[in-house]
């Protein structure tokens, strides 16, 4: 763990180089529309191929800046990685951004990791060893009522007016870090996602002792051939029923029009 622990935060290092004290000068593109991407995101995720396939060479490599040539499905090991989860908050200069890395094995992730430099924050998981920020153990808040639940968010809709608005990092896994740290109580989506954006956050808050499925309170497999699942539920286990209740309804709406990720 402790080679891997040194790489990520090698790999965290030099993005937070490049993002220049909150005022990156680089080149950025869109991959598609609302989709940003900029030369960090590149050569963070050279430097982590490079280094994890090092490290592990029989395993897979699943990332969201490299073509998914489909090779990873015959491993028995993976790499899930989004070498800036956040480009948003990075490329304006906020701070809500993190390296993310995941070991898959079998379907399921058994370690993960978040680097966060300019919030300077590491988290850090193994299956059935916990969690930790900065070395300290994490445990999941023990809310009971989804009424008053803390979301990490800059607008609630409607229907969920009886929550709380936190403060929201642009990187979604950690939201979900923030639940497993008891700053957030329910991080919820009702759209189609991607593997790299969550498996390392999902094992930091299931180690938390937070409950994560998918929007229709399904377990979460990786390295699917699609890499995708729809929709994230992950918040502390005393409002699971309910949240799930609230969030799947919508989900349900949401499948009968669009069943399939776009481009699937």
């Given at each position: 763990m402790r080679g891997l622990v040194e790489i990520v935060t090698r790999a965290a290092d030099h993005a937070l180089t490049l993002w220049g004290g909150g005022s990156p000068k680089l080149r950025q593109w869109e991959k598609e529309p609302g989709q940003p991407v900029c030369e960090a995101d590149i050569a963070v995720d050279t430097m982590l191929q490079r280094d994890l396939m090092a490290l592990a060479p029989d395993a897979g490599w699943l990332s969201e800046e490299t073509a998914d040539d489909g090779k990873r499905l015959e491993a028995?090991?993976?790499?899930?990685?989004?070498?800036?989860?956040?480009?948003?908050?990075?490329?304006a200069g906020k701070p809500g951004w993190a390296v993310s890395v995941a070991l898959v094995e079998q379907g399921k992730v058994v370690a993960g990791i978040l680097?966060?430099?300019?919030?300077?924050?590491?988290?850090?998981?193994?299956?059935?060893?916990?969690?930790?920020?900065?070395?300290?153990?994490?445990?999941?808040?023990?809310?009971?009522?989804?009424?008053?639940?803390?979301v990490p968010t800059e607008k609630l809709p409607r229907e969920d007016a009886d929550m709380v608005m936190v403060p929201r990092p642009n990187s979604i896994a950690l939201r979900m870090a923030l639940v497993a740290a008891d700053e957030a109580d329910i991080v919820a989506t009702a759209r189609w996602g991607n593997e790299w954006d969550i498996a390392a956050a999902a094992l930091i808050a299931r180690e938390s002792g937070a409950c994560v499925t998918d929007a229709l309170g399904k377990a979460l497999l990786f390295n699917q051939p699609q890499a995708s699942a729809f929709g994230i539920l992950c918040c502390a286990p005393g409002i699971f029923d309910e949240a799930l209740n609230r969030l799947s309804t919508r989900t349900k709406r949401i499948l009968a029009r669009s069943p399939s990720p776009k481009g699937v």
């Open positions: 028995q090991r993976l790499w899930v990685v989004d070498p800036i989860d956040g480009t948003k908050d990075y490329i680097a966060a430099p300019a919030r300077n924050e590491l988290w850090i998981a193994q299956a059935g060893r916990g969690a930790q920020r900065n070395g300290q153990p994490l445990r999941t808040g023990a809310r009971q009522t989804l009424a008053g639940a803390r």
